[in-house]
C-alpha cells in the first residue's frame, strides 16, 4: 500500500513516510492509493468485536509496515485507560431510527481524541520504520478542540515537541483554559490575533517555508502535523463508522447489507471524510449528511457545485465548525475528479487565487448520490438541544445540535426512513454557556453564568442531573501555564523563541 499525492507531484511515500511528513512536498495531500474493500461476513464477524480489536483490523488494512502485534499493541494504548467508557465509542439510542454515536469520551471530552490518542504513537512507530534521526516538531492550528486533544496526545511523548496556534478569542472559556494549564515539557500554546483561518493560513505557510524548515531544523526539528490532513488522524476515524454499523448489527437494528446515514457536523471535512472513505471500502452507506453551521460554505457547495471562500466569517456556538477552507476537502475532489491531479491542483489554485473554484455540473451530481448538505443558525441549534432534552432526556453539545437539526431538514425533505447515526462530537459539558442558555427556564436569573466559566457548568449539572465530567471538573485547580499571544505575522518568532528557550 503505497500514498499518493492528491496534486500529483511529490514521490509516492510509504504509510511511515506519509504519517511522519504530515503533508506531500508538492502542497497534496496523502491518499492510499485504493481502498481496501471489506466484504459482508467480515461486517458481520464485526459485530463480536470489541473497539479496539475493529480498529487493528481497519486500520492494518492501511498500515502494510506494521504487523498484527504492534498495532494490536498501539491501538490498547490509545484506547484505554483514558477513555471515560468501555465501549469507547458508545452508541446511545434516541428513537428507532435516530441514534447519537458518543465520540467524546476520551480526555478532552471532544472526538478529536479518537485520531489524536492514536497518531502520536502511529508516528513514533512511524519514525522508527523511517529511520527517522530528527525529533519532530508538531505546529497545531485549531479551532479549539483540535489543540488540546494534540497537546493532550503528544504530551511528554519522546523525540516529539508540540506548539498549538489557537484563535485569541475565538475559543469556548473551557477550551481556552484546557489548552493554557496544558503540562509537559515539549508543549507550548500560543494565542494568534486573528480568526481561525488566519490562524490555519499561519501554520500553513509556516509549513510551505523552505527558511523556516531549515532554522527549525538547526534545532535539531523536523516539521509535521497534526492537523487533520495528517493520514494518521484521518485512519483512526474510519473505524468508528464501521464501529457504528457493527454495532445496529448487533442489536439487531438492522439486517446485514441495510444502508444506513450518519449525519456529520463538520468543519474541515476530517470526519465526514472518514465516512467517505468507509463507503469506498463496501460499508452499506446510503447518504453522508454534511451539517455545518452558518458559515455554510460546504452546503453551497453541495448544492451549486461552486466553492467560494468569499463571504464574511461568522462566529458561532459551534466554533470548532467555524471554517471557511475545508482542508480535507481535497481529497473528495481527488476522487471526484477520477483521481486527477492537474484538475485538483487548478482547483486549489483558484482557490488561493480568488476564493473559488467549481466542479462539473456532472460532478456535482455524482457528489449529491453520496452527500445531502445542510446548515444551522445558532438560534436554531438550542432549540434542537431544548427538544431533545425534553422528548429525551438526552443532553447535546451545540456542535452535534447542529447534526440533529439539518438531519431533520433531510429527513423532511427526503421522507428518509433508514437508521441514522449523528455523530456527536463533543460533550456538553465543553460548551456548557450555550448549552445552560439553551435548556434554561426563562424565569430563572442566569447573570452569574456570563463571569465565570464554572457557573454554567454547575448550572448545568444541577438542572439536568447530569455529573460533570472529570475532565472539566480538573481544571479548576490546575494553573496558567502558558499565555502567550502574537500577531499572525510573529507565528514564525514564537516557534523559534520556544526552541531556543529549551537549548
Ligand atoms: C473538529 C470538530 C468538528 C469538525 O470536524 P472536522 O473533522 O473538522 O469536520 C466538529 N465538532 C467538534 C466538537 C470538533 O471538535
Given at each position: ?166 484563535p485569541d478569542g475565538g ?20 494565542g494568534v490575533r486573528g480568526n481561525?483561518?488566519d490562524t490555519?493560513?499561519g ?282 499571544v502574537c500577531d499572525p505575522e510573529e ?13
Amino acid at each position: 500500500m503505497q500514498y499518493i499525492s492528491t496534486r500529483g507531484e511529490a514521490q509516492n511515500a510509504s504509510a511511515s513516510q506519509a504519517i511522519v511528513k504530515g503533508m506531500a512536498a508538492d502542497g497534496g495531500l496523502y491518499v492510499p492509493e485504493a481502498f481496501v474493500p471489506v466484504d459482508r461476513d467480515t461486517l458481520k464477524k464485526m459485530t463480536s468485536w470489541s473497539y479496539q480489536e475493529l480498529a487493528a483490523f481497519v486500520m492494518g488494512k492501511y498500515l502494510p509496515e506494521f504487523d498484527a502485534d504492534e498495532l494490536k499493541e498501539l491501538v490498547n494504548k490509545a484506547y484505554g485507560e483514558k477513555f471515560d467508557d468501555p465501549a469507547i465509542a458508545p452508541l446511545h439510542k434516541l428513537d428507532d431510527r435516530e441514534y447519537v454515536l458518543e465520540l467524546f469520551h476520551g480526555p478532552t471530552i471532544a472526538f478529536k481524541d479518537i485520531a489524536l490518542q492514536m497518531l502520536p504513537r502511529l508516528m513514533v512507530a512511524s519514525m522508527a520504520k523511517t529511520r527517522e534521526s530528527k525529533d519532530v516538531l508538531i505546529l497545531v492550528a485549531t479551532s479549539g478542540d483540535t489543540g488540546k486533544a494534540a497537546l493532550e496526545g503528544f504530551c511528554d511523548v519522546p523525540h516529539t515537541a508540540i506548539q498549538v496556534f489557537y484563535p485569541d478569542g475565538g475559543v469556548s472559556a473551557a477550551q481556552l483554559l484546557q489548552m493554557r494549564t496544558q503540562p509537559g515539557c515539549n508543549v507550548a500554546v500560543t494565542g494568534v490575533r486573528g480568526n481561525f483561518d488566519d490562524t490555519q493560513t499561519g501554520v500553513k505557510r509556516l509549513f510551505g517555508d523552505d527558511g523556516f524548515a531549515e532554522r527549525v531544523d538547526g534545532y535539531g526539528y523536523r516539521l509535521s502535523s497534526a492537523n487533520s490532513i495528517n493520514w494518521g488522524r484521518l485512519l483512526p476515524q474510519i473505524v468508528y463508522y464501521f464501529w457504528s454499523y457493527a454495532q445496529l448489527l448487533g442489536q439487531k437494528a438492522i439486517s446485514l447489507g441495510d444502508e444506513i446515514n450518519f449525519v456529520v457536523p463538520t468543519g474541515n471535512f476530517g470526519n465526514i471524510l472518514a465516512g467517505y472513505y468507509a463507503k469506498a471500502m463496501g460499508l452499506p452507506v446510503h447518504k453522508l449528511i454534511c451539517a455545518s453551521n452558518r458559515n455554510n460554505v460546504l452546503t453551497d457547495f453541495f448544492e451549486t457545485g461552486e466553492y467560494d471562500r468569499n463571504r464574511p466569517f461568522y462566529r458561532t456556538a459551534s466554533p470548532s465548525m467555524d471554517i471557511l477552507i475545508s482542508s480535507n476537502l481535497e481529497r473528495l475532489l481527488f476522487e471526484v475528479s477520477g483521481r486527477d491531479s492537474q484538475t485538483v491542483r487548478d482547483w486549489m489554485a483558484a482557490l488561493q487565487k480568488k476564493g473559488d473554484y467549481a466542479v462539473s455540473g456532472a460532478q456535482r451530481d455524482a457528489l449529491a448520490e453520496s452527500f445531502y448538505a445542510g446548515y444551522c443558525d445558532d438560534a436554531q441549534g438550542a432549540e434542537r438541544i431544548a427538544e431533545v432534552w425534553e422528548r429525551y432526556h438526552y443532553l447535546m453539545d451545540t456542535h452535534t445540535a447542529v447534526a440533529q437539526h439539518v438531519y431533520g431538514q433531510y429527513r423532511k425533505e427526503s421522507g428518509d426512513q433508514r437508521s441514522t447515526v449523528l455523530i456527536s462530537t463533543a460533550s456538553p459539558y465543553k460548551f456548557a454557556t450555550d448549552v445552560f442558555a439553551a435548556i434554561v427556564p426563562p424565569d430563572v436569573p442566569t447573570l452569574d453564568v456570563a463571569e465565570d466559566a464554572f457557573a454554567a457548568v454547575d448550572r448545568l449539572s444541577m438542572l439536568t442531573g447530569t455529573p460533570v465530567p472529570a475532565a472539566i471538573e480538573s481544571l479548576r485547580s490546575l494553573p496558567i501555564r502558558h499565555d502567550a499571544v502574537c500577531d499572525p505575522e510573529e507565528m514564525e518568532t514564537a516557534v523559534l523563541g520556544v526552541l531556543e528557550g529549551r537549548k
